[in-house]
C-alpha cells in the first residue's frame, strides 16, 4: 500500500512539474532602438496605450506596433515587455498587466553583470 502511495506521489509530480516550470530563452544580440510611434487618436474612455516593442521571432527581431487596450480589470497598468542583458546574452520578459504601477513604461534595457 505505501509502494502505491510513493508512486502516486511520484507521478502527480512529474505531471505537475512542467506547469510550475519556466523556460529562460537568452538571444545573443541586443534589440535593435525602440521605434518612435505616433499614437492613433484614443478610441474612448478606459482605454491605455501599450508601447510597442522588439519581439524575438526565433532567428530575428521583430517590430509589434503599439495599440490602445481596455485593462483587463479596473486601475490596471500595462507593464512593457522588455529585455535584461546578463552574460550569457539578452533575455525577453513579457509584457503584462498589473495592479500597481511600477514607472518603467520607458525603461527598455536592463544590464546586468551576472545571474
Known sequence: MKTKWIASLILASAI???AFAQVGVYIGTAPPPLRYEVRPAIPGPGYAWVDGYWNWSGHRYVWVPGVWRRPPF???YWTHPHYDHYDHGWEYNEGHWD???HHDHHDWDHDHDHR
Do not use: K, Y
Open 16 to 18: 505537475a512539474a512542467p
Open 74 to 76: 479596473e486601475g490596471g
Open 99 to 101: 495592479h500597481n504601477d
